[in-house]
T-cell receptor, first 114, second 113 residues
Framework: KAGVTQTPRYLIKTRGQQVTLSCSPISGHRSVSWYQQTPGQGLQFLFEYFSETQRNKGNFPGRFSGRQFSNSRSEMNVSTLELGDSALYLC?????????????FGNGTRLTVT | DAKTTQPNSMESNEEEPVHLPCNHSTISGTDYIHWYRQLPSQGPEYVIHGLTSNVNNRMASLAIAEDRKSSTLILHRATLRDAAVYYCILRNAGGTSYGKLTFGQGTILTVHP
């Protein structure tokens, strides 16, 4: 069974631009969640989607948004990029139906904002 | 939000048991305790999770205090491949915070040959 796939693996953008990151969950998984990882702040929860609906959100500004498609694939968008948005963005999928089914993480997209 | 506290780092020798502690004094009744580990340049990997009772799987054991304010991840025989950052995470399973995760800073485990 293929794992969680995130594309692209690396991305370089300039301040003010916007970026879209993609996540393909494990087949059969209906929940997708996103996280930001930085050396200073560690792992921080961004949001979680289940069956195309956002069911929880972390404490990030509105520049960070996401969506989930009917095939459970998810995208995350960051608009008006700032230098502080440079981070590793991780996506995780889970069955979702069982409330505490384990999360399966992808290897992330490394975003650098210059 | 319920927080977790872990030691910044721990060291162990290969083939010896490792006990990784985590404090979560503000845990709620609907928070599950999850452990994940992360190797360099990889996403976190699920290790184990539990609610109230101790749990065992092929990777590790999870010991949960009776008052649930702390827990310990036990690696029975550390190998060099166990060297990673270990995260203790509270995962809410009820109310409006369903699915919201709270991360600790993680413990860097070094395993010596």
């Amino acid at each position: 069974k293929a794992g969680v796939t995130q594309t692209p693996r690396y991305l370089i953008k300039t301040r003010g631009q916007q970026v879209t990151l993609s996540c393909s969950p494990i087949s059969g998984h209906r929940s997708v969640s996103w996280y930001q990882q930085t050396p200073g702040q560690g792992l921080q929860f961004l949001f979680e989607y289940f069956s195309e609906t956002q069911r929880n959100k972390g404490n990030f500004p509105g520049r960070f948004s996401g969506r989930q498609f009917s095939n459970s694939r998810s995208e995350m968008n960051v608009s008006t990029l700032e230098l502080g948005d440079s981070a590793l963005y991780l996506c995780a999928s889970s069955l979702g139906g069982r409330k505490n089914s384990p999360l399966h993480f992808g290897n992330g997209t490394r975003l650098t904002v210059t | 939000d319920a927080k977790t506290t872990q030691p910044n780092s721990m060291e162990s020798n290969e083939e010896e048991p490792v006990h990784l502690p985590c404090n979560h004094s503000t845990i709620s009744g609907t928070d599950y305790i999850h452990w994940y580990r992360q190797l360099p340049s990889q996403g976190p990997e699920y290790v184990i999770h539990g609610l109230t009772s101790n749990v065992n799987n092929r990777m590790a054991s999870l010991a949960i205090a009776e008052d649930r304010k702390s827990s310990t991840l036990i690696l029975h025989r550390a190998t060099l491949r166990d060297a990673a950052v270990y995260y203790c995470i509270l995962r809410n399973a009820g109310g409006t915070s369903y699915g919201k995760l709270t991360f600790g800073q993680g413990t860097i485990l070094t395993v010596h040959p």
